[in-house]
């Protein structure tokens, strides 16, 4: 069984890194500042994560954004390639489905869009995600985090991190993430509230010290009691204002506990006893 002025055992909350955290979020933070909040019209627009930015209003942080389809580009040659091994089809049947892919008014030279999830950059404009994408294999091959998916050595199109800062920290904080970072701010919130309960019990042993007996060594023991209860309730008060225990000692701060009390009970003592006043001063 633990004595109670054993050093306590490590917390049993689930461990994070406290500094990674801090940096995604405050990078995030820079390009999303205060409250976050979904607003949208379902009847007019997709629903979309918002924050106020000064000087520029309201910024969609997360939300979509129209792509127009390109007849060179990997999604085009992806669509043509899903078709032709799907369907029997000839050279001309080919390139007139492609031509209905890609246009929504050929004439007017309106393409056909896509919805992309977007982010916010550093100039708050919408980005599309999937342009931002790290690709699993560019990891692994020791590529740039920024090689698109068009490269030749990106054979397969999995990622593995969004180059974004909100993306990031919207990973980083997941829900069980937040839960233990809650489960340690109360654990350390408990830790506080009975240290500073123990701070109270020594301010109150002080209040209540026995103002000295018949005889200068009572009357020196008594004040020796004091300083040490004093010190021990200025070095708790110190701890739970962020002073490490070895910064306290030796202290301006430190002596002055250690002395106070000892001077208020010579003051209060002198008419009463001047002669073992004059004996505790030495």
């Known amino acids: 069984m633990r004595s109670m002025t054993e050093t306590p055992e490590t917390s049993s909350a689930p461990s994070f890194d406290l500094a990674a955290l801090e940096a995604t979020a405050s990078a995030a933070a820079k390009l999303a500042p205060g409250n976050w909040f979904w607003r949208g019209n379902t009847d007019h627009e997709e629903p979309s994560l918002n924050c106020i930015v000064p000087s520029l209003g309201r910024v969609e942080i997360l939300g979509h954004v129209p792509i127009d389809r390109v007849a060179d580009s990997f999604e085009a040659r992806q669509h043509l390639r899903e078709f032709k091994d799907t369907f029997m089809v000839t050279d001309d049947e080919a390139e007139r489905h492609m031509a209905d892919w890609l246009w929504a008014d050929?004439?007017?030279?309106?393409?056909?869009?896509?919805?992309?999830?977007?982010?916010?950059?550093?100039?708050?404009?919408?980005?599309?995600?999937?342009?931002?994408?790290?690709?699993?294999?560019?990891?692994?091959?020791?590529?740039?985090?920024?090689?698109?998916?068009?490269?030749?050595?990106?054979?397969?199109?999995?990622?593995?991190?969004?180059?974004?800062?909100?993306?990031?920290?919207?990973?980083?904080?997941s829900a069980d993430t937040v839960l233990a970072m809650v489960e340690r701010i109360r654990e350390l919130e408990k830790q506080v509230q009975l240290v500073s309960e123990a701070a109270v019990y020594l301010d109150d042993l002080i209040g209540e010290t026995y103002g000295g007996g018949p005889t200068n060594d009572d009357y020196v023991r008594e004040a020796e009691r004091l300083a040490s209860l004093s010190f021990a309730s200025g070095a708790v008060k110190a701890a739970l204002n962020g002073v490490r225990p070895y910064d306290y000692v030796g202290s301006e701060q430190a002596d002055k506990d250690v002395r106070q009390p000892f001077r208020c009970y010579v003051l209060s003592s002198t008419s009463a006893n001047p002669e073992s006043d004059s004996e505790v001063s030495r």
């Open 106 to 173: 050929q004439a007017y030279d309106l393409p056909n869009t896509d919805s992309r999830l977007s982010v916010t950059d550093e100039r708050n404009v919408k980005q599309p995600v999937r342009d931002l994408a790290v690709y699993e294999v560019a990891r692994h091959r020791g590529l740039p985090d920024d090689t698109p998916r068009t490269h030749e050595g990106i054979y397969r199109g999995n990622i593995v991190d969004v180059r974004n800062p909100i993306a990031q920290h919207l990973a980083a904080a």
